[in-house]
Nanobody, 122 residues
Framework: QVHLVESGGGLVQAGGSLRLSCAAS????????MGWYRQAPGKQRERVAV???????YFADSVKGRFTISRDNAKNTVYLRMTSLKPEDTAVYYC????????????????WGQGTQVTVSS
């Protein structure tokens, strides 16, 4: 079993900052891509930021320059530092990871966290 547990969401005023954390636990041999998606009410889930095990990162245009992503591979944890938050950043943020569970199985399986609410007031 693999679990992704997120923390760090909450209510913040526009212009403020938050840091989200996501820790993966369970049967983990390796993690390839790890990152964050978000879903606002009435909208599709969108990719916000991801980081590969090799250090490459991707950011949605809407968050470039405001959000940073980092990983602690030893702790199987990914962080999302969000600054200059805007009301349009309000959404449920989901952690996502592609995880290889065992040495004998080279397949990477995709896992999701339960989501954490981020609300930015104007």
């Amino acid at each position: 079993q693999v679990h992704l547990v997120e923390s760090g969401g909450g209510l913040v005023q526009a212009g403020g900052s938050l840091r989200l954390s996501c820790a993966a636990s369970g049967s983990i041999f390796g993690i390839n891509v790890m990152g964050w998606y978000r879903q606002a009410p009435g909208k599709q889930r969108e990719r916000v930021a991801v980081a590969t095990s090799g250090g490459s990162t991707y950011f949605a245009d809407s968050v470039k320059g405001r959000f940073t992503i980092s990983r602690d591979n030893a702790k199987n944890t990914v962080y999302l530092r969000m600054t200059s938050l805007k009301p349009e950043d309000t959404a449920v943020y989901y952690c996502n990871a592609d995880i290889r569970k065992t040495w004998s199985d080279s397949t990477y399986y995709t896992y999701w966290g339960q989501g954490t609410q981020v609300t930015v007031s104007s």
